[in-house]
């Protein structure tokens, strides 16, 4: 039996990995720390509030203190806690370094001062631009842009805590991740529900940029696999090595909701776009890990999430969610802990 305290658990990956972990670890406990940002939403754990092994604090991880209060209560720690969209972050960098990689500081400060074990989700981004070829857990980091400088500094943080004071720290390193709970902002749940609602589909540039894409539940089962069987001080890239251009992605959005590609809007670029990334995934895949979906079937089970999941992304999308709901939630659990 595990007990995790896992960070960030009220956003798109980790509600859907506390999921994934309470229904295949029926032993382990989670404390869900996270501060309610606008992407974090209640809703997407609705249906486990009430599990045994499950419960909810309303906290941030910039604030030392109410780390140091829950950390020695738990044998590790998965930190998704973060600022993730690179366009929020391009206009206003600053809570991006707060929360990547000071709130990150001080989980790490925790982890090494009552011992724990910590795993930090990173991502692809922080190679930066691969014009050519894979980048293997080794390549330098080259961070274009305010996130992905804010998440690479975060994991040669989690490297050096790991070399300087033996922390146990393992980092996944991801390519984009897309499936249901997903905030309508990242170009996925974006496309989808702006069809739905009638709306055009804005695309940057020329639509070009490739990126490697992953189904959230081969994300939860790559974790899964690091947790079992990684190696501390190691990083494990996570990708299925489909790169596919995103013109293409949204062409293959539009024929599966059989709509025209006259929908499709090209506006200016994302300022210092990177091109293309791509990661070579064989150190995880030695571990034993295979991804289960293509693209092709991913995409149809996350459209199928959100033809039937109106009310959810609705209420984000209308503002309804940010404005009442989720300040009514937190004052509703602000006095939350873990009781056992
Ligand atoms: N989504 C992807 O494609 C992808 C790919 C690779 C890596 N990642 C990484 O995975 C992690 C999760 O990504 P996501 O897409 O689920 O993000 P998300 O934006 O959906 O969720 C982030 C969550 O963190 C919470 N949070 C933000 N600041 C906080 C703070 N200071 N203290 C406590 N909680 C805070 C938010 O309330 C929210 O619940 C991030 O670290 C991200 O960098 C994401």
């Given at each position: 039996?595990?007990?995790?305290?896992?960070?960030?658990?009220?956003?798109?990956?980790?509600?859907?990995?506390?999921?994934?972990?309470?229904?295949?670890?029926?032993?382990?406990?989670?404390?869900?720390?996270d501060k309610l940002t606008y992407a974090g939403n209640p809703d997407n754990l609705k249906m486990?509030?009430?599990?045994?092994?499950?419960?909810?604090?309303?906290?941030?991880?910039?604030?030392?203190?109410?780390?140091?209060?829950?950390?020695?209560?738990?044998?590790?720690?998965?930190?998704?806690?973060?600022?993730?969209?690179?366009?929020?972050?391009?206009?206003?960098?600053?809570?991006?370094?707060?929360?990547?990689?000071?709130?990150?500081?001080?989980?790490?400060?925790?982890?090494?001062?009552?011992?724990?074990?910590?795993?930090?989700?990173?991502?692809?981004?922080?190679?930066?631009?691969?014009?050519?070829?894979?980048?293997?857990?080794?390549?330098?980091?080259?961070?274009?842009?305010?996130?992905?400088?804010?998440?690479?500094?975060?994991?040669?943080?989690?490297?050096?805590?790991?070399?300087?004071?033996?922390?146990?720290?393992?980092?996944?390193?991801?390519?984009?991740?897309?499936?249901?709970?997903?905030?309508?902002?990242?170009?996925?749940?974006?496309?989808?529900?702006?069809?739905?609602?009638?709306?055009?589909?804005?695309?940057?540039?020329?639509?070009?940029?490739?990126?490697?894409?992953?189904?959230?539940?081969?994300?939860?089962?790559?974790?899964?696999?690091?947790?079992?069987?990684?190696?501390?001080?190691?990083?494990?890239?996570?990708?299925?090595?489909?790169?596919?251009?995103?013109?293409?992605?949204?062409?293959?959005?539009?024929?599966?909701?059989?709509?025209?590609?006259?929908?499709?809007?090209?506006?200016?670029?994302?300022?210092?776009?990177?091109?293309?990334?791509?990661?070579?995934?064989?150190?995880?895949?030695?571990?034993?890990?295979?991804?289960?979906?293509?693209?092709?079937?991913?995409?149809?089970?996350?459209?199928?999430?959100?033809?039937?999941?109106?009310?959810?992304?609705?209420?984000?999308?209308?503002?309804?969610?940010?404005?009442?709901?989720?300040?009514?939630?937190?004052?509703?659990?602000?006095?939350?802990?873990?009781?056992?």
């Amino acid at each position: 039996m595990m007990r995790w305290l896992i960070t960030g658990g009220c956003g798109f990956m980790g509600s859907n990995f506390i999921r994934y972990w309470l229904k295949n670890h029926t032993e382990d406990y989670i404390l869900n720390l996270d501060k309610l940002t606008y992407a974090g939403n209640p809703d997407n754990l609705k249906m486990i509030e009430n599990h045994p092994h499950y419960r909810f604090v309303l906290g941030d991880i910039t604030d030392p203190q109410a780390i140091e209060s829950l950390v020695p209560e738990f044998d590790g720690i998965i930190n998704f806690a973060a600022e993730t969209h690179v366009d929020r972050s391009i206009a206003q960098p600053r809570d991006f370094i707060l929360t990547d990689m000071v709130g990150t500081y001080n989980l790490l400060e925790a982890a090494r001062f009552h011992q724990k074990k910590l795993i930090q989700i990173s991502t692809d981004e922080v190679y930066g631009n691969c014009p050519s070829g894979q980048n293997t857990e080794q390549a330098p980091l080259l961070p274009g842009n305010p996130y992905s400088a804010s998440k690479g500094g975060a994991d040669l943080l989690c490297l050096a805590y790991h070399q300087t004071y033996k922390v146990d720290v393992m980092i996944t390193r991801s390519c984009n991740c897309y499936g249901p709970y997903q905030y309508p902002e990242k170009l996925i749940p974006l496309f989808i529900t702006n069809l739905l609602e009638g709306k055009k589909l804005p695309l940057y540039g020329d639509g070009s940029c490739i990126r490697e894409w992953i189904y959230i539940q081969d994300y939860c089962s790559a974790l899964d696999i690091v947790i079992q069987k990684g190696k501390t001080g190691e990083i494990y890239n996570i990708s299925t090595g489909e790169g596919i251009p995103n013109l293409e992605v949204t062409r293959l959005i539009l024929q599966e909701m059989g709509m025209s590609e006259d929908l499709i809007e090209m506006v200016d670029d994302r300022q210092g776009h990177d091109r293309r990334y791509s990661l070579d995934a064989s150190q995880i895949r030695q571990l034993g890990w295979n991804p289960e979906y293509l693209f092709s079937m991913g995409l149809k089970e996350t459209l199928q999430w959100y033809r039937h999941n109106e009310n959810w992304w609705r209420k984000i999308k209308s503002g309804e969610y940010q404005q009442y709901y989720r300040q009514q939630y937190a004052q509703r659990h602000k006095k939350s802990t873990l009781e056992r």
